[in-house]
């Protein structure tokens, strides 16, 4: 199998592309992870803290070396670990290149647990398991979204509700969300509110959440909610928007708001959501929603810092019933 050598440079793989560089390439894929820190490049031996070497056909980190014991005795380190030990692809007996495909597909608005079946021949389990741990990764990105609007950038603010429901029109959740997306820009920050005992609508629940996401110095444009009535005092410039306005005079509207929150309501009415799982699914759409031009490569970005080398994140073994080229951890 021939490889290239695979570097991240903010890297743009379309999904037919992806699909053709590593389609039953495990040595591209793994440098490929490599290079998005989701893989270590090197492994210090824990016994004599020197650079291991790695076997490309185990895929382990061995040391080897000779230390002395005793006068003029030496014993040879058997120190080894995993290339995949803490990381995403820990106990993982399916080719890594097959996981580089579900993300891939995963990361598309128009995925199905049907071509997963049929063209990566992950059996059903498998295939509902790696949506949960891609979701994993998606949800972190998620509750740690990086802050948006400063000084002079217009952030416009809301918190909506909406119901979801069965194809039968029976109501399954209430959901709510708290949205801000920047008018020039449209970076935005969008959070589920369903803590128990959480008032989506009170100061005491959307003040932390503007304090967190959005910038001081920013200016927030919102309705005249009570909750944002003391916004002025915490270091922001606050406009109310009324409907009985004209905002092509006073430039204070919620346009841009109001159709990304069209979108995700569309987006909800999609058959098939269990209401338990909606974060996962709207974790999903966000992210695919704010990456839209390399999805593929931020996800593997967001999983190297959730997934670290050696970390804590253990995972029982993940088996396909239909596949027969293993990997030896």
């Known amino acids: 199998m021939a490889t290239v050598e695979i570097t991240c440079n903010e890297c743009e793989y379309s999904y037919y592309l992806f699909i053709s560089m590593f389609y039953t390439n495990t040595p591209n894929f793994l440098d490929y992870l490599r290079a998005h820190g989701v893989l270590p490049t090197g492994v210090l031996c824990e016994k004599c803290e020197l650079p291991c070497t790695l076997r490309q056909e185990t895929n382990m980190f061995y040391c080897g070396r000779y230390v002395a014991v005793q006068k003029q005795k030496r014993k040879q380190c058997n120190y080894s670990v995993s290339l995949f030990k803490g990381t995403f692809l820990e106990n993982v007996r399916v080719p890594p290149w097959k996981i580089g495909l579900f993300v891939n597909h995963f990361l598309q608005t128009f995925w199905d647990h049907e071509t997963v079946y049929r063209c990566i021949h992950f059996s059903s389990k498998t295939s509902v398991d790696w949506r949960t741990y891609c979701s994993e990764v998606t949800h972190n990105w998620m509750c740690n979204q990086e802050p948006i609007g400063g000084p002079k950038i217009s952030v416009e603010i809301d918190a909506t509700f909406f119901v979801k429901r069965n194809p039968r029109g029976r109501q399954l959740s209430d959901v709510w969300l708290f949205c801000g997306i920047e ?11 369903h803590k128990e005992g959480q008032d989506p609508q009170s100061a005491e629940t959307l003040l932390p959440l503007i304090k967190q996401y959005i910038r001081i110095g920013s200016i927030i444009i919102s309705d005249d909610c009570t909750a944002y009535k003391t916004l002025s005092t915490e270091g922001y410039v606050h406009k109310v928007f009324s409907h009985n306005a004209n905002f092509e005079d006073s430039g204070i509207h919620k346009q841009t708001i109001e159709k990304q929150l069209r979108k995700i309501k569309k987006w909800s009415k999609r058959v098939g959501m269990r209401s338990e799982n909606f ?22 970005l967001e999983t190297g810092k959730l997934y670290r080398p050696h970390g804590s994140h253990p995972r029982p073994p993940v088996y396909d019933s239909d596949e027969v080229d293993s990997l030896a951890h």
């Open 279 to 300: 974060d996962q699914y709207f974790s999903q759409y966000l992210f695919i929603d704010t990456f839209t031009e390399n999805p593929v490569h931020q996800f593997f």
């Open 183 to 193: 008018r020039e820009s449209k970076k935005k920050i969008i959070i589920p509110l």
